[in-house]
């Protein structure tokens, strides 16, 4: 009987991995890294009257929620982390108004992952505005809008991007994944809604 039960935990271990991932297993992975940054283009708000542009001057914020990474090869897929020695998926919030020293929209580094090698045919993973935070940005009036940010009704959390890309065992496939905060927004009543205009910009391989 305790054999049963042994072979019975043993089985449901193996079902539930393949579940979990669905993607076959490889002794000599490759790295996935997935990238975020704002568009370069996208930099300014005409709030009413006044207008605001992102500049080094004033702290502004825009918090996201990134979470639940995932790659698919057609129905099958790979659970995405943050970093290559995490071992479950977390999410992490990310200021994407945030300005790097030389002025430009900070880079992040979203998902860092060990994949098993092979084609992909698509990126998965949830955004959303962080409850936590309201959007806080500064006009070149001086005067500061503070604002809650959310999805419009209905909207999924996830977002899917159609994109053929390749991984090898041992070597580093990036992609790399532009938003662009303003033109993502819209103003209703006292909240912005949160259309997330996105877009992958580029696939390179290491």
Do not use: W
Not at 21 to 44: F, H, K
């Amino acid at each position: 009987m305790r054999c049963l039960i042994y072979t019975f935990v043993i089985i449901s271990i193996y079902l539930i991995s393949g579940c979990e991932t669905g993607v076959e297993n490889s002794p000599s992975a490759g790295i996935l890294r997935i990238t975020l940054q704002s568009d370069p283009a996208d930099t300014m708000l005409v709030e009413r009257s006044d207008t605001f542009t992102v500049n080094q001057r004033y702290t502004a914020l825009f918090m996201l929620k990134i979470f639940q990474g995932r790659v698919y090869q057609e129905k099958n897929f790979a659970v995405l982390y943050r970093t290559t020695t995490s071992y479950r998926q977390e999410d992490a919030l990310y200021n994407i108004l945030a300005m790097d020293s030389l002025g430009d929209y900070k880079q992040y580094t979203i998902f860092e992952s060990l994949i098993p090698p092979g084609n992909y045919t698509s990126l998965e993973f949830g955004v959303n505005a962080a409850s936590d935070y309201k959007l806080t940005i500064v006009a070149l009036s001086g005067k500061v809008f503070q604002n809650p940010v959310e999805l419009p009704p209905g909207e999924k959390l996830l977002v899917s991007f159609p994109q053929d890309f390749k991984v090898d065992e041992n070597r580093v496939t990036q992609i790399d994944v532009q938003i662009s905060p303003f033109k993502s927004i819209t103003r209703y009543r006292d909240v912005y809604r949160f259309y997330r205009k996105m877009k992958i910009t580029g696939v390179h391989y290491f």
